[in-house]
């Protein structure tokens, strides 16, 4: 039993008038509130009987207190799913991936929750593509589980769940990609690219812009004045504004691009905005016999022929809207021609410092 309070009883125990009570403090809802319970006129000793026989649940703030219900992981999922749905440009990927972690976890209460549980859902996961995709890639997996572990932080911003119960899941390892296109297989893709993605493919290439952000492109964001693209916060997967700067060639390519009656968007197809680049640019690449491309590989070559043109970093990140020079690194691709023309440099610093060598000894021998 505790030390004794002020008034000479066991601590949590304290009477008056109307005899014995209980008095604790709780936690509920994040707010400390003061708890009362009536012992009423009984002995001394059958009042300390009462506060020994529940210490452990006044301790554990359950005693007397209504029991916090238990929140399910389709409740938490729900949550996020609203959130992301008003905050997130991927609310669509998120979606998807939800609705397989609903499938699998359903309504499991958010407590129960373990590492191997949610490592279970990933092999489970994994093996259900092999029969159609093949083996599926750690940064897919990788996906479905920072979508589950954002769902628990959140859990716990919202005070659905006291701790974050699958903090020890580990990443799995990612290949990152590396593969950029030539300048003859960027002008085959071009030209073999449906007429309303020519000019898509372009301003790609050139600028290392996202699908989303070049997709929902509209005019008002255009400056031709200054030469800029505007991309404000709600137009970009960082949610920050950027200027993308715009070449005589880029101005060109954007002044040549027809109004659409009715739409606000610079690309469109039959009349509205182009919702995705994925079929179309999978043709494209199949007709100009370019393998193992993407439409998101175009920003690896954008900023891979920044890099080389001599841009500096910090502009190049800038432009891109990358937030971190590790994944800015990802997307430069360092190549054999970089390779090769490091070495032709230190043969030409060597050469250069031989020839003072040799200078020098000559003036010497004078």
Known sequence: MSRPNVFGLPHHLRKD?????????????????RKRVRIGMV??????????????????????????????????????????????RSYRNDAQIIARLKAFFGKRPLESFTPDLVDGYLTQRSQEAKGWEGKLKGSTLNRDAACLKTIFRRAVLNRQIDRDPIQGVRRFKEQSRDRTLTFVEFQELVRNSSPHLKDVVRLAYSTGMRSGEILGLKWEQVDFKNRVIILEAEDTKTQEKREIPLSGA???LLQGVPHTLGSPHVFTFKG????????????????????NFRFHDL???????????????????????????????RYDRVDRDDRQKALKQVESLIDTDMTAVENHAALEAR
């Open 272 to 291: 509205k905005g182009i919702l995705s680049t994925k079929v179309g640019f999978r043709a494209a690449c199949r007709r100009a016999g370019i393998a």
């Open 43 to 88: 002995p001394m000793v059958q009042a300390k009987k009462v506060l020994a026989q529940h210490m452990q649940d006044i301790v554990e703030q359950r005693f007397f207190g209504s029991e916090k219900p238990k929140v399910t992981f389709l409740e938490a999922a729900d949550s996020f799913l609203a959130y992301s749905k008003a905050r997130k």
């Open 17 to 33: 008038v109307g005899g014995y009570f209980l008095d604790y403090f709780i936690q509920e809802d994040g707010v400390k509130k």
């Open 299 to 329: 920003r690896h070559c954008a900023i891979t022929n920044m890099r080389k043109a001599g841009v500096p970093d910090n502009v190049i990140m800038s432009i891109s809207g990358h937030k971190s020079a590790a994944m800015f690194r």
């Open 250 to 252: 880029l101005v060109q």
